[in-house]
């Protein structure tokens, strides 16, 4: 079964919209990508206009933004530590945007959308203390 992206055909008092044309290619959607903790796995989907998008499925490392020192470096997701659109997510080491993982460098916070944009994003959050 697809998933559409258009309106109900059901009206606020229960009717039945009546439809005047046949849904479309361009409303088909598709089920949101779950990107993990793994060996990088990239998914490539048509868009619309003969474009590409980009969806990552796993990945073994982050770019992180340091605010203080204001670099950008990979760092290797050593583990999520906390994701809050799902509690499951945990578990399951999935990435979502606004997700606290555990990496080389320390505790970041996502802020990208790793199943839409093909690479994670991070800021720093709190620092590794070397001894």
């Given at each position: 079964?697809?998933?559409?992206?258009?309106?109900?055909?059901?009206?606020?008092?229960?009717?039945?919209?009546?439809?005047?044309?046949?849904?479309?290619?361009?409303?088909?959607?598709?089920?949101?990508?779950?990107?993990?903790?793994?060996?990088?796995?990239?998914?490539?989907?048509?868009?619309?206009?003969?474009?590409?998008?980009?969806?990552?499925?796993?990945?073994?490392?982050?770019?992180?933004?340091?605010?203080?020192?204001?670099?950008?470096?990979?760092?290797k997701?050593?583990?999520?530590?906390?994701?809050?659109?799902?509690?499951?997510?945990?578990?399951?080491?999935?990435?979502?945007k606004?997700?606290?993982?555990?990496?080389?460098?320390?505790?970041?916070?996502?802020?990208?959308?790793?199943?839409?944009?093909?690479?994670?994003?991070?800021?720093?959050?709190?620092?590794?203390?070397?001894?």
């Amino acid at each position: 079964m697809g998933e559409w992206h258009k309106a109900s055909s059901r009206k606020a008092t229960g009717g039945i919209v009546r439809r005047n044309r046949k849904t479309k290619n361009y409303e088909a959607g598709s089920e949101p990508v779950k990107t993990v903790v793994g060996q990088r796995k990239v998914k490539q989907v048509k868009g619309y206009g003969g474009n590409f998008k980009v969806k990552l499925r796993a990945t073994p490392v982050v770019n992180v933004a340091d605010q203080k020192s204001k670099s950008v470096k990979k760092a290797k997701v050593l583990e999520v530590i906390e994701n809050k659109a799902n509690p499951h997510f945990v578990r399951q080491k999935v990435i979502t945007k606004g997700a606290l993982i555990k990496t080389d460098a320390g505790v970041c916070r996502v802020t990208s959308r790793p199943g839409q944009y093909g690479s994670v994003d991070a800021v720093l959050v709190e620092k590794v203390q070397n001894k």
